[in-house]
């Protein structure tokens, strides 16, 4: 086509509240060029307007743009030679829409008129779809709030696996009744005398210029009857050589698409294309569009209608006609419409033609589903008054099957109940729980003939029956002994099962309380004015304590036994109830009713607190460990009050080679309470080494990655030992004193005596050594190679073999009698803080408690 108008970009406004660009553009002629785009407008973003920028100077023509944004006939060109889907996929890299930008000009009479190859959306939709965008309508919401199923309508998700997948096959051989036309390619091999082979391309005028023989007239001919032309031909003018015809490369023809598809317009597709290949070519027909009336129309009249429900439900498709240059097809809008939801295969809105009732819609959704329940169904149906209408639809009769349908129709399928009515439950403790079929007069040993279909360590005295009233609906429990069920099948204690029950048996190991949570809350939800929650609350010495079900004639023996039973430590004749009451003036009064389980069982009310005493001064067992240099060490079980004295007394008391000075005692809270603190510090430690690594702490002694990793293993590697300075010798010689009580989980080593003296900390060489009483600490700190640079002299402590620690009191302390040295001593020389940082210096304090942890372990191999 000759260029007619060429685009200038006049102004663009911005629109504040929108936030949008238009691009106002005005025509005027420039002679004989050829039209390669037409820039409308832009809305809604500026950065829309950058990428139509950035594109168009990546075509190059940039300068051009420019300069008055006229682009230079090269250019017009260099686009024009692009083919459409690389000039589509260059527009969707800058972020535009081409069919909004390219491709219409206006005649005279304002009519759309569309170029070559490029087909812009109609005005009307992009004004729909640009009123949606903007803004909701009051008729667009309540056109959205009629539907509240939001149904797809079938058929339309064919076309969004794009043009590609349907493009029509280029390299099949091409059918004999094929018509021939301009632009088709003719293989010609010739054979015999002579052997040459022709390409040869039908002209405008429907002939090939055969080589030796002429031009020659084929249009118009079916490619079987072309064959035998030129086979007649060659067979004729050129003797002893024969001919064998193939097609070759296959002509374009040009098409139109029309009415309801997302890009309407006009179409080069190739000559074997059929209807359904032209309209994936134009996106695919929109959601006002008839799928069941695509019409082909050839020289103004229709010459087939195609039915896509043929094609998408029967897979027919021999209305797919094929096409030829000029025909045009063209999509009505979409006629009748009703939906249809529920158990369907296929739930959607379907176009309706012949199909006016109820059973034919079903069919088009796909039947029925397996869960589909007949009986409950309804229509809902707009009535003249425009309000819904619900029409009830019994879909197992011929007249609900044969109910006419109308415009807008939806149509419901019920589903059936998971409720299974002929059924009863096995919970807890069986080898195979689950749902059992249900029978009239079907009874527990029906279902559990014996204790071998129980797990190990049941509890065959006691087991529970979750009953769901058909009258009340309401959940109720019965208790029953399963031994006496067994002893007596088949009578009153073999309890009688009914639809919908659930046997719980137990076991002596799982927490009850924790098993009927659930029945509990329904129990508690149940409970009306005038009538108490059916529950009872059990405590004390029992197995599982808690909140339990409440039967009719429930007593105190049936509640204990729900509960697991008495423990040791029970006191069977003294309990107590605690029962809520109200009196005559409507206020609440509690009762306290004594019991005694040696007695007849006391009837249980919903509400009560059973609590079951302990036998007084009841203690579970506690016992002491005693190591080491003891006559006969091991674990001691203890009364309570017993004293370690006494327990030394009964271990034998201690060897002639026992070192009571270094003797270590520990406590199990103290355990715990070391355990915390180690915790505490390995997480600040691990934050600091965090704050190094991140650069937080510059400018001071560094702590390479592998110290700071042996510091955790250091701490990961201490175990508490809960230890607690005790003074043994003074113990035995004055217990009257000096002895204590102990506690369960207590530990008394006592180390055999070995002469060391051990050096930790701030020292050039950290080590132990012979004990010898001439030498005071400063020798022993000499002996291991003296104070290291950032020892603090003026702090040096020692921890003494029975744990306690010596502090100084004064520079001269080292020559006092309070500053001598024992065996088993460790004298700790402690790192001067103020020249290093925090770090550095739990470092160093890691690697003393380490040290000293190996020394007390030492100290424990004794």
Request: net charge negative; glycine share 8%.
């Amino acid at each position: 086509m000759k260029l007619e108008h060429f685009i200038t970009l006049q102004r663009f406004n911005i629109l504040a509240k929108k936030s949008a660009v238009v691009v106002m553009y005005h025509c005027a002629p420039i002679g004989n060029l050829t039209f390669i785009f037409a820039m409308a407008f832009m809305r809604r973003f500026m950065t829309r307007l950058i990428r139509v920028l950035c594109a168009i100077l990546a075509m190059g023509i940039g300068s051009a743009f420019a300069q008055g944004f006229t682009p230079t006939p090269e250019q017009i060109q260099q686009f024009k030679n692009m083919s459409p889907a690389q000039q589509q996929q260059m527009a969707e890299a800058a972020g535009i829409d081409l069919n909004a930008l390219l491709g219409s000009r206006q005649s005279n009479n304002n009519q759309p008129v569309l170029t070559e190859d490029i087909q812009p959306r109609s005005a009307t939709v992009d004004s729909k779809k640009d009123a949606e965008t903007e803004s909701e309508t009051e008729d667009s919401a309540t056109k959205k709030n009629s539907d509240p199923t939001k149904l797809p309508l079938f058929g339309r998700d064919l076309f969004a696996s794009g043009v590609e997948a349907f493009r029509p096959a280029t390299d099949i051989p091409v059918p004999a009744n094929y018509v021939l036309g301009p632009g088709d390619t003719l293989v010609i091999q010739l054979y015999g005398k002579e052997n040459i082979a022709h390409s040869l391309v039908l002209n405008r005028e429907g002939q090939i210029q055969f080589p030796q023989i002429g031009p020659v007239t084929l249009a118009g001919l079916t490619f079987e009857k072309a064959q035998k032309v030129i086979e007649q031909i060659v067979s004729e003018q050129m003797i002893g050589i024969k001919a064998s015809v193939t097609m070759g490369a296959l002509r374009t023809i040009r098409i139109f698409v029309l009415g309801e598809v997302e890009r309407p317009g006009s179409f080069t597709v190739g000559s074997l294309a059929t209807m359904t290949n032209a309209l994936f070519a134009s996106g695919g027909i929109t959601e006002v569009g008839s799928m069941r009336n695509v019409q082909l129309k050839r020289g103004g009249q229709v010459i087939t209608s195609l039915d896509l429900y043929d094609l998408l439900l029967l897979g027919d498709t021999s209305k797919d006609s094929r096409l030829l240059p000029g025909d045009v097809i063209f999509v009505p809008p979409i006629g009748k419409t009703v939906s249809v939801t529920g158990q369907v295969k296929r739930p959607a809105t379907y176009e309706i033609k012949k199909e006016a009732t109820v059973n034919t819609l079903i069919q088009l959704a796909g039947g029925l589903t397996n869960n589909a329940y007949l009986p409950i169904s309804y229509l809902v149906r707009h009535d003249s008054f425009g309000e819904r209408t619900l029409i009830n639809i019994d879909l197992s009769t011929p007249q609900g099957k044969q109910y006419e349908l109308q415009d807008g129709d939806l149509l419901s399928i019920a589903s059936k109940l998971d409720f299974v009515n002929n059924q009863v439950t096995l919970a807890g403790h069986v080898k195979r729980p689950g749902p059992r079929s249900w029978k009239p007069d079907l009874r527990f040993t029906d279902l559990i003939p014996s204790p071998r279909e129980l797990l190990p360590n049941p509890d065959i005295d006691i087991a529970l029956i979750q009953r769901f009233s058909l009258e009340t609906r309401r959940v109720e429990v019965l208790l029953f002994s399963p031994t006496e069920a067994w002893q007596s099948p088949g009578s009153a204690k073999d309890p009688l099962l009914q639809g919908f029950d659930v046997v719980q048996l137990f076991n002596y190991d799982d927490k009850r309380d924790e098993q009927l949570a659930d029945v509990v809350t329904q129990l508690e939800a149940q409970a009306r004015f005038n009538e108490r929650k059916k529950v009872v609350a059990i405590s004390g010495s029992v197995r599982f304590p808690g909140v339990y079900p409440i039967s009719e004639g429930m007593t105190t023996k049936d509640l204990i036994q729900l509960a697991g039973g008495l423990t040791e430590s029970a006191l069977d004749t003294n309990g107590e109830i605690t029962r809520y009451g109200i009196d005559e003036e409507r206020r609440r009064v509690v009762i306290h009713i004594a019991v005694n389980f040696s007695d007849e069982p006391v009837p249980i009310e919903p509400g009560d607190t059973l609590q079951v005493k302990q036998i007084p001064l009841w203690k579970q067992k506690e016992t002491v460990e005693i190591l080491g240099e003891v006559m006969f060490p091991g674990t001691y079980t203890i009364l309570p009050g017993e004293t370690l004295v006494d327990v030394l007394t009964r271990a034998g008391g201690l060897t002639p080679h026992a070192y009571p000075l270094g003797a270590v005692f520990s406590r199990q809270e103290l355990r715990e309470l070391e355990q915390q603190r180690l915790t505490e510090l390995k997480d600040k430690l691990q934050s600091e080494i965090a704050a190094r690594s991140a650069g937080l702490a510059t400018g001071q002694e560094e702590i390479g990655v592998e110290e700071a990793e042996q510091l955790i293993k250091n701490l990961n590697s201490i175990k508490p030992l809960g230890r607690m300075v005790i003074d043994l010798p003074a113990i035995l010689e004055n217990s009257a004193h000096h002895d204590f009580q102990l506690e369960h989980g207590d530990t008394l080593t006592i180390p055999r005596y070995k002469p060391s003296v051990t050096v930790v900390g701030e020292v050039q060489y950290p080590t132990s050594h012979f004990y010898d009483p001439s030498l005071d600490a400063q020798t022993y700190i000499e002996r291991s190679g003296g104070f290291k640079k950032n020892a603090d002299e003026a702090r040096v402590y020692i921890v003494k073999a029975n744990g306690s620690v010596m502090q100084p009191d004064n520079s001269a302390w080292f020559r006092s009698n309070k500053g001598r040295i024992q065996p088993g001593d460790t004298i700790v020389v402690p790192l001067e803080t103020d020249r290093v940082d925090k770090l550095t210096v739990w470092a160093r304090a890691t690697q003393i408690i380490y040290q000293a942890a190996l020394g007390a372990a030492a100290l424990k191999a004794f």
